[in-house]
């Protein structure tokens, strides 16, 4: 019986020490003197992605023997902003991490991040002014910017123009020229190419019923939004909100006019005659698919509006050579660098959201569809919603929306039991 | 190495035994000491990656650890009140039970119905018994995807019924119909496993009670009921008590297939404490719903086992 | 149950069988066939049983787009230490468990037992920040060293314990009477008659490994390091668009070796793991 209890104390004390280690982890870690090994997690395993970072990344520690490597670690999309949590949680933080426009709040707000305006604005040639001042809000807290919003992708409509025509409808581009480009005509227009083709008429990518924050880019133009510039009151009950899904359920489940819940169609495999996502999935079209076309979102009852997708660039305070990773993005986003990002990133540059530039490096876009939805898109947008706490209460939205995708759907009431839902996780 | 120092405590034992033993030192001493020698690599390796990791994640559970910030607070019984009070509980373990127990009515039913179709002198059953069994060795993910791209609504599956002149639901749209297909993709993945334990104990029933069963005149039917299911029943225990821990781990499926909608009805438990814990970064919350889940499954495993001298039919 | 059918009972049977072997065949050959679909054709209804345009470019950009050759042999590699580590540790505390006599054992193996009741979900997050502390995140050692000694290995005990329960001791006690010691006797002895258990207990032990997806994705993060499962979720463009038919193929290539080696060796495989023991 001694024995044992012997052993239990020792057991005890043991796991003590064990506890204690692991409340205080991540606190006391010694500020970095030898060369600094650079990680930056990345959703992108795009090949294309990697090679101009490494390039990038190469020329970089030329100048700099301190920095000995520079490492970019692609998490999986799906899961990336949870797979980064869980490594600061486990003490295994990176130095820069990519941060989605949606966990911005969080991210920003929590003291996580370190601010980068004096590292920025005294980077040799950086040109801080040059950064579009819309842009950078979402970055900012407290007059501080926490992140480098390395991209600002528009919203615009891609046509597969074959399909439309096949169909007997006019393009997009006809509408346009005739001021006749309004959701009423382009959902009049996918209705119709589905009920004469079979193919999906408008797909908005990304939603698939799940992803509603991809909804913004219908709503906006009714003037709805998710919820109120200061974060503190539900916007789903609104009766914008209410024309805008009343007009989206119609559209769905009568008029056919976009594939229904749990249908898949991709555009870019040529399932589909229309579909909203962000310009940089021009890569996604293949050569000799079919004739396509980009052009801005259709007008609502409020008139033109764009709506913007943002990812910035932060360096976590708890890296032990958070300067030199601080040192490492001015040089990324400097205006050389910058401008080799374009090509895959529209930058918050104002001297390079031209036209001309971006047509350089965007060679399957043409310099009138740049400037219609990318610059003029990038100068106006709305963010796609973005709150503290977005994780949880993007999950009770989509809970919440859930009973909408019914034919029968009594779309007042189940945006009224949205607001319901998380109204009190907004008042907090 | 841990197993190297048995290796060479044990090959040392008999010359020791050669020795003229000290008063203590007896044989059942040292049998005792080899004991302790056999069981210490596993017993070490539950103390360290099972138990203290529990004791972690109740510490943990009294603590507001927000992970971004860097802060770790205690606030004692913060997270059960939490617990007690979240609009979700209830929704959350009614798709937990939902899916427990279908899992299991639906695998050992398909298990013992498929093990007795095999079980009958007929050709070419091992050529269905390998088929029933290989999604087992497919893996999960893979197996998982594939079913997703299945149960669209413009899937396969509904492509087949088609064939057939039904018309299909909305599987994994429908609350009903994706708890459903939860359930169904998880049994065809692992119900050859079950169907496989199931035929060795039905193989393990001799015969001859059969044969005097047919001469009473009983029927197919009572003969089953009355004969095999008595006789397998500890198969039944065991293969249930697994099947239903296994039903409680279950993430990936939900994970692909549903992420625990539509509206909440397939957020089951795990899912809820992976949201919680990784989605929401509220591991102090995650930790506490970690002690919910150790609760149920431990109070599950007890209430089986009791059940156990009520109806197996015999204990080895 | 095993008495003579009538040839329309047979066929009645076979019937049935042939119906309930449709969702346990159609996905595999579902996702082999689409694999070799272009994109378009795979979601075409009705769905087409035979590629009408079959073409390999999914299973080259594999491995254009991942280490995907890597990662398959990290899979193996783990699932095969994980195999041998688990058979070693849970045949000799199984053994100790059924055939040794010593004081606190029942305590003991509730303790082991208890580690079955604890899912790994519920202890993820601390073995995440204990393998910090050791500097082992994003190396495959939480990988190998949880399932051997933690909580996956406790099935593979149990299934060990009743294995030597149900096994004759005489041969054993006569190995002791001939002055054989403890080792000795498990090695020699008992061993070499656990055979059917040791299978069953490589196989479970070797899919539970293959399987594993929740562990890689919380320890693992660079892609060389990666394994099968987590793999399989990486196969999207560089905005999480996925890219079916390469996924698909990627999944069949998970699938198939497995597959063949099962059917191979499946009189090995079903018929070991039916000695589990397991019986009761």
Known sequence: ?428 | MSQTDIRVGGAQAPPTAARPPRPWWTSRRRDQLAGYLFIAPQLIGSLLFVFLPLVLVVWYSLHEWNVLAGTFDFVGPDNYSALADDPNLGSMLRATGLFSVGLVVFNLALALLLAVLLNQRLRGTIVFRTIFFSPVVVSLVAWTIVWGFLLQDNGGVNGLLDTIGVDGPNWLRGEGTAMFSVIIVQVFKNVGLNMVLFLAALQGVPAELYEAAEVDGASRMRQFWRITVPLISPTILLTSIITVVGSLQVFAQIAVLTQGGPGTSTTVLVYYLYQQAFQFHHFGYGATLSILLFGIVLALTVLQWQMRKRWVFHES | ?280
């Open chain 1, 1 to 428: 019986m001694v024995k044992r209890g012997k052993g239990l104390r020792i057991g005890a004390a043991a796991l003590a020490g064990v506890l204690a280690l692991s409340a205080c982890g991540g606190g006391g870690d010694e500020g970095g003197d030898g060369p600094a090994n650079l990680r930056m997690t990345v959703w992108s395993a795009n090949e294309a992605h990697l090679k101009l970072l490494n390039d990038i990344a190469d020329e970089y520690r030329q100048n700099h023997p301190d920095v000995s490597g520079i490492t970019f670690d692609p998490l999986p999309f799906d899961t990336y902003t949870t797979t980064l949590t869980t490594q600061i949680a486990g003490g295994n933080a990176p130095d820069l991490a990519w941060i989605f426009e949606n966990s911005a709040p969080d991210f920003v707000a929590s003291g996580a991040l370190l601010p980068l305006d004096d590292t920025l604005k005294k980077a040799e040639g950086y040109q801080y002014d040059d950064l579009s001042p819309a842009t950078l809000k979402l970055w900012q807290d407290g007059g501080k910017l926490y992140a480098y919003p390395f991209s600002t992708s528009p919203f615009g409509v891609f046509v597969n123009t074959d399909m439309l025509k096949k169909a007997g409808q006019k393009t997009p581009a006809e509408l346009i020229a005739a001021g006749q480009w309004t959701w009423d005509a382009a959902l009049a227009a996918a209705s119709a190419t589905q009920k004469a083709t079979g193919k999906a008429g408008l797909v908005i990518r990304d939603f698939d019923y799940k992803g509603w924050d991809n909804l913004s880019t219908f709503w906006t133009g009714w003037g709805a939004e998710a919820w109120s510039a200061d974060g503190k009151s539900c916007g789903f009950a609104a009766p914008e909100m209410v024309d805008a899904m009343t007009t989206l359920h119609k559209a769905i489940f009568t008029d056919k006019a976009l594939p229904g819940p749990g249908t898949t169609a991709d555009f870019f495999a040529g399932d589909a005659a229309m579909t909203i996502t962000q310009i940089s999935r021009a890569s996604l079209l293949k050569d000799n698919g079919f004739a396509w076309d980009l052009v801005p979102l259709p007008a609502g009852p409020k008139g033109n509006y764009a709506v913007v997708g943002q990812a910035g660039i932060g360096v976590l305070k708890k890296s032990k050579h958070a300067d030199a990773a601080a040192d490492f993005l001015a040089f990324l986003s400097n205006p050389t660098n910058s401008a080799k990002l374009a090509q895959f990133f529209p930058p918050p540059r104002q001297s390079q959201l031209t036209a001309e530039t971006l047509a350089k490096t965007n060679p399957k876009l043409k310099p009138e569809q740049l400037q219609k939805v990318v610059i003029d898109g990038i100068t106006s947008g709305v963010v796609k919603p973005n709150h503290a706490g977005q994780a949880e209460l993007s999950q009770q939205v989509r809970a919440g929306l859930d009973p909408l995708w019914k034919p029968d759907a009594d779309v007042k009431a189940v945006l009224d039991g949205v607001c319901a839902k998380i109204q009190p996780m907004l008042a907090k």
């Open chain 3, 1 to 280: 149950m095993s008495r003579n059918l009538s040839p329309r009972a047979k066929l009645v049977l076979y019937g049935v069988l042939l119906v309930l072997a449709i969702p346990f065949v159609f996905p595999t050959w579902w996702m082999v066939t689409s694999s070799l679909k272009p994109v378009a054709d795979i979601f075409a209804f009705p769905p087409q049983l035979l590629p009408a345009h079959p073409q390999l470019d999914a299973y080259q950009r594999v491995f254009e787009l991942q280490p995907f050759g890597r990662q398959y042999l990290n899979s193996l590699y783990i699932a095969l230490v994980v195999t041998v580590g688990t058979l070693a540790v849970s045949a000799l505390s199984g053994y100790a468990f059924a055939r040794i006599r010593f004081r606190g054992q029942n305590v003991l193996f509730l303790v082991v037992l208890a580690g079955l009741l604890i899912p790994s979900e519920v202890t993820i997050v601390p073995l995440f920040q204990m393998f910090f502390k050791l500097g082992l995140i994003d190396t495959h050692w939480p990988l190998i060293l949880v399932p051997i000694l933690g909580a996956p290995s406790v099935l593979a005990t149990f299934i060990m314990r009743q294995f030597f329960i149900s096994l004759p001791g005489e041969l054993e006690e006569a190995a002791r009477v001939d002055g054989l010691g403890r080792f000795a006797t498990f090695w020699k002895v008992a061993l070499p008659l656990s055979r059917p258990a040791l299978g069953a207990v490589a196989i479970f032990t070797f899919l539970h490994s293959w399987n594993l997806y929740l562990e890689p994705i919380v320890f693992l993060s660079t892609p060389e390091k990666f394994t099968l499962p987590q793999a399989l979720t990486q196969f999207v463009d560089a905005y999480g668009g996925p890219m079916w038919n390469v996924q698909l193929a990627a999944a069949s290539l998970t699938a198939l070796p497995v597959l063949v080696v099962f059917v191979i060796a499946q009189k090995q495989f079903v018929e070991g793991l039916a000695h589990t023991g397991l019986k009761g």
